[in-house]
């Protein structure tokens, strides 16, 4: 709560902190005392030390019990009023030890009557003008999103008025926008409340004035970026963006006055290229790019290129994909289970307090589901269900608690690619009479419908064709909901509307799903999340190129998006279907310099196109059909270097260029040919090579060179089936009859190369 202590002294709030630590071993406590401040606060009531044995103040504190167990005070779960109020009580008890004569307060059941009588009392005394600053300043997003600004500093600052007229002007602005950021909005309430003396209220209303703030306020930004050491262009980039904001809603609408020389401070970025975003240094200072899953060191041998691109990024794809077919299965298995069990079981009443759910059968927890459906509430869960917590229930009873749904989110994404972050985020599945609006099934298919906030409004809508693997987890995901769903639709709750429903730890109040965060610091703070995904991936770290965690940091619905999306530039050859499958509206030049640094780009743009161009010129193939028999390959590496020292040759430049004019050498550069010298041996080695590939058992472990020669072998044949020579026919017609996959399997692996 970004709200200071005011009513409450600060060695008040030191003791009152200190004493809450030793007598609860819970967080909430911090919630607790900012209650009680706000309590105090609304009653103009100042508490200092000696006030704590007064009985003007355990007044307030039995009022602010009564408070916290009525609905009139504070916004909480029914499950989280009873232990507020039974804490409060707990922690001045123990202040008795250090203040003999302080009254003790109590929270039995006639207790907390006189409390509420208290706070019936009180509730018609509360200061009006406290009230309206302690509602907070909450604006929504387009999508119904909220998003809290911190202002209580301006407005003690700066004053009620300055306050209400900031905030309403960004509270209008975000109710276009879809994901509005207000970062900065919050950063300037700071620095202006820190700064008041220097910049007042009439500072906006003065031309030079209202200049001079925010160069000042520029350089405290600016200075706070250098001292995190954040990039400075994408930070310059989201100044500007800030910065046009507030001249559209304060000074273009007369609120503000007009800078002097006409605008408000924006500096220029410096030169930069979409390749240099996204890199950052690693533990090992090698410097590398983390738009994929696969993090791609930016300096790179052509060996290494091939690795990574033929081998790496479809490997992390398939842990990926693989992790979540595996979770997904798991959920579903387990809600249809529930369903079948609860048939040979009895519904319970109550008395299982002390039970463990092998005690009471899981057949009667599911029978007892079945029957009454998804409730909350700690006295109904523990009779019915037991001692051995709600987050083992959920899972017997296939339950989408905080994390379970998040694989069927990677799988959509790894299916269709098009799909962002921001589509699935509170995805409407139906309208507000029940009609299915995000998921419409025709006798062509389904399909699933959502918008895409970055494309802009005209082509907000994004319409995406399920295959039937898609349509399958689509309709496994409503099964999984429905109990929650229903829940939400009696009480009136618009979640119920959404794809993604969440029960949090178990039975939590039924919500929106948030999506997946791995990220280093989330796993810091978050350990159940942390260990049970390291334990979930156990069975792919052999897979992996690091430790699971490490692995699992780089893992997002965006990463896993881009991985697809290069995916699809790797096997189809075709920037223009990369392009597709990401959903953008056409191609850019710069699209797939986002998602691959230079020394990827530099490795397609010679060696690899050149292999791919169409043009390509093929040798008489001359030499014995049975190279495999004479040279016995052990190892990839010795594969590698043999096809890429004599299969493999460039054009000379006599003939690319035989009257050496620059021009020509220009354009012969652009239509570059390489000599595939292959003879019936090499020809048949590569066939061997390509069928190995295509059969092999452990897909996941065929190594990047393997799958490159595949690629090259596959689009020489093709290219020499499409052509009309009779006699490069003829030789690729022998070096089919005798190529043998079987010959090439051992080293095709990478625990082999």
Known sequence: MNYPFKALAPEVVELLERTAKRVSSTASHSTALKLLECYCDLHNAQVTYLDLSSPKYLDLVRGFMGAVMSDDFVEMHTSSRRPTARLMAVVHQALCEEIPAMERVEHDRVSMELCDGIWQEHRSKLCPVRMQYWNGWIAESSKGQSYYLALAGIWTSHGQSFTEDYFL????????????????????????????????????????????????????????????????????????????????????????????????????????????????????????????????????????????????????????????????????????????????????????????????????????????????????????????????????????????????????????????????????????????????????????????????????????????????????????????????????????????????????????????????????????????????????????????????????LSSLRSSCGVEVYLRTKSVTEMAKALGHASYKTSLLRRYLPEAILSFFQTRWIRIFQRSIICEAMKDSPYLLDATSFESMDELHSFLKNHALKDIPHHLRNPENKPSAEKAASQNSRVYISIDVGIMTALLSLEAAVETADQTQNVCGRARYWAEVSKSVSEEIERGHDSLLKEHLNTAKIHYNPNRMKKVIYATAA
């Not at 994929?292 to 290494?304: C, K, R």
């Open 169 to 556: 002007q960004w509270q209008q602005h975000f109710k276009k926008l879809a994901r509005p950021a207000c970062t900065l909005v919050n950063k300037l309430a700071e620095f202006l409340s820190a700064n008041c003396e220097d910049w007042p209220a009439v500072t906006f209303q003065h031309p030079q004035m209202i200049k001079a703030f925010f160069l000042a306020f520029m350089k405290d930004f600016f200075m706070d970026v250098h001292s995190r050491g954040l990039k400075i262009n994408p930070q310059i980039s989201y100044w500007a963006t800030f910065i046009s904001t507030c001249e559209e809603i304060f000074i273009e609408t007369g609120k503000w006055a007009t800078p002097y020389q006409g605008g408000l401070p924006k500096p220029k970025p410096r030169p930069d290229f979409g390749h240099n975003s996204r890199k950052k240094m690693g533990e090992d200072g090698v410097i590398v790019h983390e738009k994929l899953i696969t993090p791609i060191p930016l300096y790179l041998t052509d060996e290494e290129a091939i690795e990574i691109l033929f081998s790496r990024i479809q490997t992390d794809i398939s842990i990926i994909k693989s992790w979540a077919l595996e979770q997904s299965s798991k959920l579903i298995s387990s809600a249809r289970m529930r369903r079948k069990i609860a048939e040979t079981g009895t519904p319970i009443d109550s008395g299982m307090s002390e039970r463990t759910i092998a005690e009471i059968g899981p057949e009667n927890i599911c029978a007892t589901f079945e029957k009454d459906g998804f409730q909350r509430g700690d006295d109904y869960l523990q009779t019915r269900f037991g001692k051995d917590g709600v987050r083992k229930i959920a899972d017997l009873l296939g339950l989408p608690t905080a994390n379970s749904l998040h694989p069927y989110m990677f799988l959509l994404v790894s299916e269709h690619p098009e799909i962002t972050p921001g589509f699935l985020k509170k995805l409407q599945l139906q309208h507000d009479n029940g009609d299915y609006i995000g998921y419409v099934k025709s006798d062509n298919g389904a399909k699933l419908v959502g918008y895409k906030d970055r494309k802009g409004k005209k082509l907000s809508e994004q319409v995406i064709d399920l295959t039937e693997n898609s349509q399958r987890w689509i309709e496994e995901i409503i099964e999984i909901t429905a109990p929650l769903r229903n829940v939400l639709r009696e009480e009136g709750n618009p979640v119920w509307k959404e794809l993604f429903i969440t029960c949090g730890q178990g039975f939590a109040s039924p919500s929106s799903s948030k999506l997946p965060l791995w990220g280093r610091a989330r796993f810091k703070t978050n350990n159940y999340l942390r260990e049970s995904l390291i334990d979930q991936f156990a069975s792919y770290e052999k897979m992996m190129p690091c430790e699971t965690l490490l692995f699992l940091e780089k893992v997002s």
